[in-house]
Nanobody, 123 residues
Framework: QVQLVESGGGLVQAGGSLRLSCAAS????????MGWFRQAPGMERAFVAA????????YYAGSVEGRFTISRDNAKNTVYLQMNSLKPEDTAVYYC????????????????WGQGTQVTVSS
């Protein structure tokens, strides 16, 4: 069992930055690929970024490539999402998720989810 708790969301102006954190419980964090998803009102939950267990490979949705960076610290059981050059269309609830792999691009690939953190980008 893995419990995930996100933090770092908030209100920011367009062009600004935020860093989301997701702290995981348990001693098996390094066994999971980690992903970030987001869900805007009236929309389905969508893939944002993912990182493999070792951290050596990362994957991004096209809409955030070059602006967002996912990273992880297995010693701290934490995954991060650095978000730069934020746009109003990035406004959503952001969720982190843990999956046993090997697929990491869809919600069904993940076994555990956090409660989400709100990110609001004003224009």
């Amino acid at each position: 069992q893995v419990q995930l708790v996100e933090s770092g969301g908030g209100l920011v102006q367009a062009g600004g930055s935020l860093r989301l954190s997701c702290a995981a419980s348990g001693r098996t964090f390094s066994r999971y690929a980690m992903g970030w998803f987001r869900q805007a009102p009236g929309m389905e939950r969508a893939f944002v970024a993912a990182i493999v267990r070792s951290g050596i490979s990362t994957y991004y949705a096209g809409s955030v490539e070059g602006r967002f960076t996912i990273s992880r610290d297995n010693a701290k059981n934490t995954v991060y999402l650095q978000m730069n050059s934020l746009k109003p269309e990035d406004t959503a609830v952001y969720y982190c998720a843990a999956g046993s792999g090997p697929r990491i691009g869809d919600t069904v690939d993940y076994d555990y989810w956090g409660q989400g953190t709100q990110v609001t980008v004003s224009s």
